[in-house]
């Protein structure tokens, strides 16, 4: 990103597997109780209903043209949060002290203008310490 290429938004399949766990555990079991001679229809189904999901979820993120001006409608933000807001959108999985850096923003106030996108349910937060990041909802 330093070096000026885009991020490309993306959907994670993982994502929606470890969300549909306990679906996909299941029908893992049903295949693998059939041994031998599994039928593998169950599991081959579950796989492409979340192939279908991550699609339809990219393409709702893709189709929001103005997304980032939907998001902010309703909120009137000062210039400091809603250009916070925007490097978060334009930088999915950024860190706080990289904002800070980028805008020229103390890591406090980043971190005060976080918490407010946070609460304002504009953005969300990934992970725990050094590792910490967050993505627009």
Not at 11 to 22: G, L, R, T, Y
Not at 96 to 121: F, G, H, Y
Request: proline letters at 4%.
């Amino acid at each position: 990103m330093k070096s000026g290429y885009n991020w490309i938004q993306y959907i994670s399949f993982e994502h929606e597997v470890e969300n549909n766990k306990k679906e996909y555990y299941r029908s893992l079991r049903n295949c693998q109780a059939q041994r031998p001679g599994e039928n593998i229809k169950d599991w081959v189904s579950f796989f492409l209903n979340s192939l279908v999901n991550v699609q339809q979820k990219l393409e709702k993120k893709l189709e929001g043209v103005d997304f980032e001006k939907d998001l902010l409608k309703d909120n009137d933000l000062p210039p400091k949060n809603k250009s916070v807001f925007v490097f978060i959108n334009d930088n999915p999985g950024c860190k706080s002290s990289e904002i800070a850096e980028v805008l020229d923003i103390s890591k406090p106030t980043v971190k005060r203008i976080i918490a407010d996108l946070i609460s304002k349910n504009l953005i969300e937060k990934h992970g725990r310490g050094i590792g910490t990041n967050y993505s627009v909802k």
